[in-house]
């Protein structure tokens, strides 16, 4: 059984386009033939459909059937074609409006989005043999074959070619092809998704749900490299015109594609342009090809061979060098050529051995440029017009089958003159391998499209893409319809077709670009956007991060609403949908007190939902109060929250509200107990949707939080680099807020790839503006406690963090928390303001004690250590030390005083154990092992104890342990008792404090906790 995933955030609108209120099958199958009827007056209205006849299948929810006399058949290319006289208006407005009908509900075929696109092309021609075509068949196959050329150089030839060499060995090979609705990631992942289906090896997604209405990129990302890295034997991807997607993601699938999808996975891609992958870094780790222009020209050899197989073979070396001049080898431009030769000799006198017109080449040059000209003057000048106007018109549609270009252009020729093409071998490619539907190369489109301006009027033109987009609707392929009515332009059927299929383009297929781009144009040609689809533009609009437009488009359909010009029954539809995607927007634009109202006021409501989306709404308004401070009402959503997600069984969501969870323990200064919901969280959710999902590594980035918080700096460094290397596409703000405060802490000296500022800055910009002030927070605070205050000073002007009026006149406003808070109070000390630090301290440590936000209690009564210290008044100094113990205690939150620098050491060394009045045993040894950090050397260098080991030099300065005493560090680690210790070593009681005290007189301490911060600082602890 597949395994569930639920996002909390992205999924909640699971419901938009779904039936409302239907609670038994029979209502469901009523609602169904109701709403039949409904499209099917409709489309009587609108498109004037005429003799329809209802069968008794309507009765049982079926179909409905048009009248429609036979279609006799022809042959296109060997191939049978659906093919009749020229049909009426009215036959094909019967047909279109009873298909319609059927298709009430907008479910698309599948062949519309794999036609072409699963298989390479049956090419009816021979292929000519180039360089780069003889060594990708013999040699062996790197991991990645980058084939990267202009338009013309026969990439998608190659490619075929290689394909088909590949299985005739029996090979195991994958194929997708691009075209210019494929411009995001998430379309290309639906194609992978696709051919994996397709493949009879393809291990199964375990991790796929029914229904994905908002898949994140990430984890769609997460599946499909999973799923290919799990392929029995080896396995080539083909991947075709890759350079159509524009998506700023796709180095990052690329670098996972290659990387990550195991050693047996081969990728041989095509593109129009440079792949954004570092290629150097493959050809040196794996293994790679690149092909450019300079391999994809033909020779010689090629040339001569190309003009054989047309007819010409008597070429003298004069001649043939003469055509590599003119044409530079360019393959286009020497099939022109060919075109135009056949053209000269005369086609119909078949294939004869001749010679080269002179003509042809005197006036004929290689660049795009004169192949237009060409066309022009040598090719299209000698067709009669009727044809050319024939090619124009059928350039207006991306594919073709022959009885299509019949209905669309009116011509009875339609079969004749494709098949005229086809056999001039004119820049027409077959798209599927029965060869039914075709395409023109793109320089021959471009060119005829190019002429069509000029020589077709608006009113034929108009006409034209009208009847192709009643033709494609009639057939269920509501995507070629879409793109048809719009360019024609047809508002009305482009709007009723979009509110049909917005939940399979946006949800199912997630085509979030290419649904984007169809609404707006929708909305310039004075259009609506369909009720229906408006919930599912506002998604598709965040999912391509346009999170401002989302908002506008919610707020114009509000007033729709409000205006009542919305249809009752859609109203009353979506309108309850309206509070889910402002929940949603507020996340998505860091708008979290709309988040937080909406969740109250539809938790307050009466709203008959499921427990996922109960679960989700508690959780969204627990989300915003944590970000507040409000720990206590936080905490109470989160138990209504856990326990209504726990019933949706939804793995997903319940690793979200542990990371709230998790959050909400560090603002109580307890990383101890984070730390525990998170390591459990995360093999919850490994074991059920994998390592791979996306939500792991929000909870390594939170994690690594609560392990910088616990000291444990060498431990946080993995989940760190984890949850970095893929925060770009997960996490909240509150998350990155965690997790970059953690990557801050851990900087090395020495900027890594992996963790750096440049890394933490492109992090941050890929949030809303918030998240980017909080890392100059961070930043800012990093920089006092390196002693680098003029740094901190100039970062935090740019940042208005340097007085409090410029930090209260950041709109939106900052939360007065956390390193915001902290970092304006610390700049304060660091100018020597240390009076004005001590108010602003007082007040804030009110707020914070009322909401129970003990971390920031610690950190201010630790920056008031510092400012008291500074004033010389020590006795207050240590008062406040001692009381951020007594908080920092009980979650044994030792980060903020490792980095204290002198202040700390100075009151430690003025205090001794009595003085700080404590009598809790956990107590005493927090101090005891405050006290050992401070005598490691630069304790207030961010990333020293703990962090990593120290230097050679460093740890020089401890004598070598024993194997006994070793042991007994691990022990001791684990909390045993002296007695369990004797017990474990097979020992007298005695014996181990004998070699308990040899060990704390080698490494300069006197408690098992001092002893045990020494030993992590200078990574004694770390297993073999």
Request: charged content about 25%.
């Amino acid at each position: 059984m597949a395994r569930r995933i639920d996002n909390p955030i992205r999924k909640i609108g699971v419901r938009l386009g779904q039936t409302r209120g239907i609670k038994t099958p029979e209502q469901a199958h009523n609602r169904r033939n109701r709403q039949k009827r409904r499209d099917l007056d409709y489309h009587k209205h609108e498109y004037g459909i005429c003799h329809l006849q209802c069968t008794s299948e309507l009765s049982s929810g079926v179909s409905m059937k048009a009248i429609s006399p036979p279609v006799p058949r022809v042959t296109v290319s060997g191939h049978d074609d659906p093919r009749g006289s020229e049909p009426s208006d009215d036959v094909a407005d019967q047909h279109f409006g009873a298909i319609l009908a059927e298709h009430s509900a907008g479910r698309m075929k599948r062949d519309e989005w794999s036609r072409g696109r699963l298989a390479p092309p049956g090419f009816g021609f021979e292929c000519v043999p180039t360089r780069a075509l003889s060594q990708l068949q013999a040699d062996a196959l790197p991991k990645l074959t980058a084939v990267c050329a202009p338009p013309g150089y026969g990439k998608t030839v190659l490619l075929s070619r290689v394909h088909e060499h590949l299985r005739s060995r029996g090979e195991h090979c994958l194929w997708l092809s691009l075209d210019d609705r494929d411009r995001d990631l998430l379309s290309l992942l639906a194609l992978l998704r696709d051919a994996l289906a397709q493949c009879a090896d393809a291990p199964a997604d375990e991790t796929e749900v029914e229904v994905l209405p908002f898949a994140d990129p990430g984890e769609m990302m997460d599946r499909v490299v999973g799923q290919l890295r799990r392929l029995p034997g080896r396995t080539v991807v083909f991947i075709d015109n890759l350079g159509l997607c524009e998506d700023l993601r796709l180095s990052a699938l690329l670098e996972r594609l290659v990387f990550d999808s195991g050693p047996e996975l081969r990728l041989i891609i095509s593109s129009n342009r440079t792949l954004p992958i570092d290629i150097v870094r493959v050809k040196l780790e794996l293994g790679a090809l690149e092909l450019r222009a300079e391999h994809l020209c033909f020779d010689c050899v090629a040339t001569r061979r190309l003009l054989q197989l047309a007819g010409f073979s008597s070429l003298d070396a004069t001649m043939l060098d003469h055509i590599q001049t003119q044409t530079e080898g360019w393959p286009a431009a020497v099939r022109l050529l060919q075109v135009l030769m056949s053209a000269e000799r005369g086609v119909d006198a078949g294939p004869v051995q001749g010679v080269i017109p002179a003509a042809v080449l005197e006036h004929f040059g290689g660049d795009q440029t004169d192949i237009a000209r060409v066309l022009t003057n040598r090719v299209l000048a000698g067709i009669e017009p009727a044809r050319v106007r024939f090619l124009m018109e059928i350039a207006l549609v991306r594919e073709f089958s022959a009885e299509l270009a019949q209905y669309m252009t009116g011509s009875v020729q339609a079969q004749v003159w494709l098949e005229d093409l086809v056999l001039r071998n004119m820049l027409i490619f077959p798209v599927d391998r029965n060869r039914r539907w075709f395409r023109f190369h793109t320089l021959l489109r471009e060119y005829l499209l190019n002429e069509g301006q000029e020589r077709l009027d608006n009113g034929r033109r108009r006409e034209v893409l009208q009847r192709v987009a009643k033709w494609h609707a009639s057939r269920g392929d509501y995507v070629a319809a879409i793109g048809c009515a719009l360019d024609a332009p047809d508002v009305e059927l482009a709007q009723d077709l979009i509110g049909r299929v917005a939940r399979q383009v946006a949800g199912d297929r997630g085509q979030m670009t290419l649904f984007v781009q169809w609404v707006d144009r929708l909305l310039l040609a004075g259009g609506r956007v369909p009720a229906e689809a408006q919930g599912w533009y506002v998604w598709a609009l965040c999912h391509t991060m346009q999170y401002e437009r989302a908002r506008l488009a919610l707020d114009v359909f509000d007033r729709r609403l409000q205006q009542g010009t919305v249809p009752d029954t859609d109203a009353s539809q979506v309108s309850a949908d309206l509070p889910f995607l402002r929940m949603v927007l507020g996340v998505y634009l860091d708008t979290l007190d709309v988040a937080h109202a909406e969740a109250l006021a539809w938790l307050a409501s009466d709203h008959p939902n499921d427990p996922l989306h109960t679960g989700t709404v508690t959780a969204i308004a627990a989300m915003a109060e944590i970000d507040c401070g409000d720990l206590a009402d936080a905490q109470q959503h989160l138990d209504r929250a856990e326990g209504a997600i726990l019933r949706s069984q939804s793995a997903f969501a319940q690793a979200w509200v542990e990371i709230l969870r998790a959050m909400a323990e560090l603002a109580r200064a307890r990383p101890d107990v984070a730390d525990r919901l998170l390591i459990e969280a995360r093999a919850n959710v490994a074991a059920q949707i994998g390592e791979d999902a996306g939500v792991v590594a929000a909870i390594d980035f939170v994690h690594a939080r609560a392990l910088v918080d616990s000291g444990r700096l060498s431990e946080a460094l993995l989940p760190a680099r984890r949850g970095l290397a893929r925060a770009h596409h997960h996490g909240v703000v509150m998350s990155a807020e965690s997790g970059l405060g953690a990557c801050v802490a851990l900087l090395p000296d020495q900027p890594e790839d992996a963790l750096s500022e440049s890394a933490l800055d492109r992090i941050a910009r890929s949030y809303p503006p918030r998240v980017l002030r909080l890392l100059s927070a961070q930043r800012v605070r990093r920089q006092l406690r390196l002693g680098n205050t003029q740094e901190a000073v100039n970062l935090a002007e740019r940042c208005n963090l340097l007085t409090p009026r410029s930090r209260h006149a950041i709109d939106p406003p900052m939360r007065a928390r956390g390193d915001w808070l902290l970092a304006g109070i610390e700049l304060l000390i660091g100018r020597g303001m240390c009076e004005q630090a001590l108010n602003e301290i007082n007040a804030a440590m009110k707020v914070a004690q009322a909401q129970g936000r003990q971390h920031d209690r610690v950190e201010l009564l630790l920056a008031a250590m510092d400012a008291h210290v500074r004033l010389g008044d020590s006795t207050k100094a240590l008062r406040v030390l001692s009381m951020a113990i007594s908080l920092a205690c009980p979650g044994q939150l030792v980060y903020p005083f490792m980095v204290c620098g002198n202040a700390l050491g100075k009151v430690l060394d003025s205090a001794g154990p009595r003085d700080f009045g404590f009598v809790h045993p956990n107590e005493v040894r927090f101090l005891e092992r405050l006290r050992a950090l401070v005598e490691l050397p630069d304790m207030a260098v961010p990333g020293d104890a703990a962090a990593t080991p120290v230097g050679t030099e460093q740890k020089s300065a401890l004598p070598a342990l024993t194997v006994r005493e070793t042991q007994l560090l691990h022990l001791i680690n684990e909390g045993l008792s002296n007695q369990q210790l004797a017990d474990r070593l097979s020992l007298t009681v005695p014996t181990v404090k004998w070699h308990l005290n040899n060990l704390y007189t080698k490494i300069g301490v006197r408690s098992r906790s001092a002893a045990l911060a020494k030993a992590r600082a200078y990574g004694l602890l770390v297993q073999p």
